[in-house]
């Protein structure tokens, strides 16, 4: 298992830094955010140490989704957000791959977000379709 000793992730999976554990499975660990943006906020994180999701193999990611659901029937949570962020851009804070299960039990708690949607041609719309399809 990847583990980065200067990680605040990987030293909470080595139980050198207490957490608040709500669930572990072989490949994956929920424990409760310290700076939650609501009540019952749980990061999800693979034990294995990777900064980006692409940088995660595949086997490592199977319990990942599968955590997040059990987290979000556990506190309750009638609506949420499951939100993943790559990057400072993209507002990753923790340089480990890590899954946020955010209740939003009203307007002013939980995730609050701007949606900006870009007009974008269908022209550049096939183009983008054609370079991707290689997946």
Not at 1 to 23: D, Q
Not at 34 to 63: N, R
Not at 90 to 104: N, R, S, T
Request: glycine share 4%.
């Amino acid at each position: 298992m990847a583990s980065n000793p200067a990680c605040i992730f990987c030293r909470i999976v080595k139980r050198e830094i207490p957490s608040r554990i709500l669930f572990e499975t072989e490949h994956c660990l929920a424990f409760l955010d310290v700076g939650p943006l609501s009540e019952g906020h749980t990061l999800v994180i693979p034990k294995y140490h990777a900064q980006f999701l692409h940088e995660l193999p595949d086997a490592e990611m199977a319990d990942l989704l599968p955590t997040a659901k059990k987290v979000a029937e556990a506190i309750g949570c009638k609506e949420y957000n499951v939100l993943q962020n790559n990057g400072r851009l993209a507002h990753q804070a923790v340089d480990h791959v890590h899954f946020h299960v955010i209740p939003k039990p009203n307007e002013s708690e939980g995730l609050i977000m701007e949606w900006k949607q870009k007009d974008v041609s269908a022209d550049r719309m096939d183009a983008l379709r054609k370079a991707y399809l290689k997946l």
